[in-house]
């Protein structure tokens, strides 16, 4: 009986000597696939995590490059030609394609003696005739120019060969510093470039 049996056993594999062969194949093929899938889970994370690196420094070249500059002439005021009361100054975007809210720029002065936080009443931000308007009326954008009008503080007294700075620090971008030093003899009005 038992070696009826394992003659049995014998025929059931006798036509099957190529499934071996195909059964190896399709664990390959399963491998294959497996490694692949992983591959791409891998790929994919590196080139997510390439750009989050990419929009980075994107992000702080952005804050660190300024995006006011001065454009044109500086220019000082004073009562009585002794003590100076104002400046204006000309700003542009240093970069052309920008845009900055003038509403949300903040400034503040400062000497070598004194400093203030500058409030809304003490300068005024008005965009220069010929600046055609493209977007928001209080955008500054990149082919206008903006008159910026500073009274000096009440407190800050800055006479000849004294120097003083405005820092004028934007919503986005590397804050603008203007630092100027008095002529000997200030005049009504004066250039300080």
């Known amino acids: 009986m038992y070696h009826k049996l394992i003659k049995a056993i014998k025929r059931l594999h006798v036509g099957q000597r190529g499934m071996t062969g195909l059964e190896t194949a399709i664990i390959l093929?399963?491998?294959?696939?497996?490694?692949?899938?992983?591959?791409?889970?891998?790929?994919s994370a590196g080139i997510f995590s390439a750009e989050k690196g990419?929009?980075?420094?994107y992000s702080g070249l952005e804050s660190a490059q300024s995006s006011l500059e001065v454009k044109g002439a500086v220019i000082g005021y004073s009562d009585d030609n002794a003590k100076l009361t104002s400046l204006r100054i000309k700003l542009a975007m240093a970069v052309q394609d920008e845009k900055i809210d003038s509403s949300a720029i903040y400034l503040t002065y400062f000497d070598a003696e004194y400093s203030e936080q500058l409030t809304g009443s003490d300068f005024t931000l008005t965009k220069?005739?010929?600046s055609t308007e493209r977007g928001s009326t209080n955008m500054i954008e990149g082919d206008e120019v903006w008159l910026l009008t500073v009274t000096i503080p009440a407190g800050a007294t800055v006479?000849?060969?004294?120097?003083?700075?405005?820092?004028?620090?934007?919503?986005?971008?590397?804050?603008?510093?203007?630092?100027?030093?008095?002529?000997?003899y200030l005049d009504d009005y004066f250039n300080l470039n």
Not at 29 to 43: D, M, P, Q, R
Not at 54 to 57: F, H, L, S, Y
Not at 160 to 183: E, F, H, K, N
Request: hydrophobic share 50%; with cysteine.
């Open 159 to 184: 006479n000849p060969y004294d120097w003083c700075a405005i820092q004028i620090v934007p919503p986005t971008g590397a804050s603008l510093q203007v630092q100027r030093t008095m002529p000997g």
């Open 128 to 130: 220069l005739a010929g």
């Open 54 to 57: 990419k929009e980075t420094v």
């Open 29 to 43: 093929i399963a491998f294959v696939t497996v490694a692949s899938v992983l591959a791409y889970s891998v790929l």
